[in-house]
């Protein structure tokens, strides 16, 4: 096959000790798969601040547009928490969302049956729980003008963000939920206050254009941010496809994470449009979770996400299938089998740390 | 004791049925407690716009200006879904919010022991849960300007709103927060999203500035937005007071609403500053639940969150502790007995509907 690019960025707190794991897979692959990877790391979040001075370096985002795909670990951590506004660890990967044009973020909150204990739902509440977030990521109030922190006259300080989407933006991402949703079980939850916002209005209009003119095969449900919140919780097997714009897409996937229970297994992908002339279309893959600062450097972190996340990738950026499947496979079979890190681990299990459990994974590849 | 004003919206949906077992306990606390009420009865939501072709018809307004406090039933259904913005039932309820200016809205979020097993998450994770959301509701996104829906010169549209807190605005539900958090465990847990907007980094830095200054023995946690929904559904008793903006607020509130697996119980309280003058503070109270049009005119809607709606407004409004403790505590001994409505029954109960509710209620007093 030929050569891959791929661009891994571990970044701060347990992302280089769950890369370091991945690594490990990405070279098993790479001598027994029919694959091949051209492999680059760069800097990003705090460590990019510590080193050059910058949370997402120009370096980065060139190599990242060179790049067949991007890894990503995770940034962020107290050191870097008194920074001012400008100059924080998160604004690496929002940088990358933005310059790369990487809009949709997908994010499935499955509930493994081995792992049905851990959530702190009940059992039949989460049981068969499979819900993929579809999250707008380079529009709405992450980065709408004008936005800005000013002083009044009298010296007392006003905040302000605009939340404002085009209806190209939200069709583009709309497509992305419904194309999903073809291959899974055919609903669409599309999630909104358009009971209270402008741009909600137009959300809910235009996903509803969408679904009539080009899927009208697809079951399209509207539904307020608040009550799908109150869903989430309640009864979470209604849902297939939940869309989002980037802040309620944001807590909302944050939630059905949540409800898994285990959100040291839950990986995700943010993809761009695919450019008409190459064919090529940018993507970064990153796990759910953080980067944990509270855990960095014990070797207890679960590698599982950061290893679901090169399941997405080879998957979605190569269309290999068959060696996403063998990746997911494994990891599978190593719970199955009881091994556990501290995350999700229950009784009568057996406690791992990071590197046993990489390895029990490439043992069972 | 002297003639106090209340005036009664039921609005639409179950509105009228739960309001009417009100009702029954308002002349009941009329005859044997020691106190009087002149009641006034107004139109809100889709009845108001039916009857006089407004959501919140100036009368309305007045009427709640007049009065020492509002109970508010529910509003909304989907006879006026399809209805353009400007004219929708929820317009009722956020006019008067904005008109009298009710900038503090509590939402307990109450797991009784009787019904733990209503949740949908572990008995473990809920028991005990006593969780007290503020949130602001007269600013940020609900109502910043420039906000609507423009057609560009192409005749692409672009929907957009605008998010903005001034710093009194902000300071003056902190303080709601933080006298609120004094009388109960101590502890603010402060959302915002200060990683990406403007608006909460302004948020974050005067919530803190309040507690430095005025609070010092409260406890402040900042939290973002997307790390609380999480932290709700999967520790929930860490939290005390939760404070958040018109939007966070919205959604956090209903997530944890949710949570206690009990909607039907939950009240709520919106108040507004204290005049100076006249020592009075226009207060609204209403249940956390809506209109449920589903269940309207079947007589099971549980009337409990709307009778606790009264007796927060008799503890909040006219400082009628014992009053409202009586009815508190007749409502739990109803449940205790192993009475239950529709929506918290449970097995080995007795399932009953909104008038046998309500009577039980009044026989416990
Ligand atoms: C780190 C932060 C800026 C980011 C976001 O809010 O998008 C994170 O919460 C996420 O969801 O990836
Ligand atoms: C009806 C609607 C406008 C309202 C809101 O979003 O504030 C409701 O969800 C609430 O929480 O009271």
């Given amino acids: ?4 690019k791929l661009l891994v960025l571990p970044g701060d707190g347990i992302g280089p000790e769950v890369m370091h794991e991945v690594r490990r897979v990405i070279d098993w692959m790479d001598r027994r798969r029919a694959l091949s990877f051209e492999i680059e790391e760069g800097l990003v979040g705090g460590g990019a601040i510590d080193a050059v001075g910058s949370p997402c370096p120009d370096e980065t985002v060139e190599k990242a547009k060179a790049a067949d795909a991007v890894l990503f670990g995770s940034v962020g951590g107290p050191k870097w928490d008194s920074l001012p506004f400008e100059q924080r660890p998160e604004l690496g990967i929002l ?3 933005k310059d790369l ?3 949709a973020n997908l994010r499935p909150a499955l509930v493994m049956d081995p792992l049905v204990e ?8 989460v049981r068969g729980v499979d819900i993929m977030v579809v999250r707008e990521t380079v529009g709405g109030i992450y980065f709408g003008e004008p936005r800005g922190v000013e002083t009044l006259p009298d010296g007392k300080r006003r905040g302000f963000d605009t939340d404002v989407y085009h209806e190209d933006e939200i069709a583009r991402v709309a497509r992305v939920a419904f194309d999903l949703a073809r291959k899974r079980r055919g ?3 599309s999630v909104e206050k358009a009971n209270v916002m402008q741009s909600g209005r137009l959300w809910r209009a235009v ?9 009208p095969d697809v079951a399209l449900e509207n539904m307020y941010a608040d009550n799908c919140a109150m869903q ?3 009864r979470p097997k209604q849902f297939d496809v939940i869309l989002g714009n980037n802040l309620f897409g944001d807590v909302l996937s944050d939630l059905a994470a949540a409800l898994t229970g285990s959100l040291g297994m839950l990986p995700s992908a943010t993809l761009g449009a695919v450019d008409p002339a190459t064919g090529k279309r940018h993507a970064l893959y990153e796990p759910i979770h953080g980067s944990a600062p509270d855990i960095a450097g014990k070797g207890i972190a679960n590698p599982c996400a950061q290893m679901l996340s090169f399941a997405m990738l080879l998957r979605w950026s190569f269309g290999l299938e068959e060696d996403a499947a063998l990746l997911e496979t494994a990891i599978e079979k190593v719970l199955a089998g009881g091994l556990r890190t501290a995350d999700i681990m229950q009784p009568g299990m057996a406690r791992v740390g990071t590197s046993v459990m990489g390895e029990a994974v490439l043992r069972e590849l």
Same sequence: chains 1, 2.
């Avoid at 851990?118 to 509440?125: G, H, W």
């Avoid at 996903?207 to 899927?215: D, H, R, S, T």
């Fill in 1 to 4: 096959a030929a050569n891959k």
């Fill in 95 to 97: 940088r990358l969302r």
């Fill in 101 to 103: 044009g990487l809009f």
């Fill in 118 to 125: 851990a959530s702190s739902l009940k059992p039949d509440i």
């Fill in 187 to 189: 609903k669409v939850t």
């Fill in 207 to 215: 996903v509803g254009e969408v679904q009539k003119a080009e899927y």
């Fill in 232 to 234: 989430l919780c309640s």
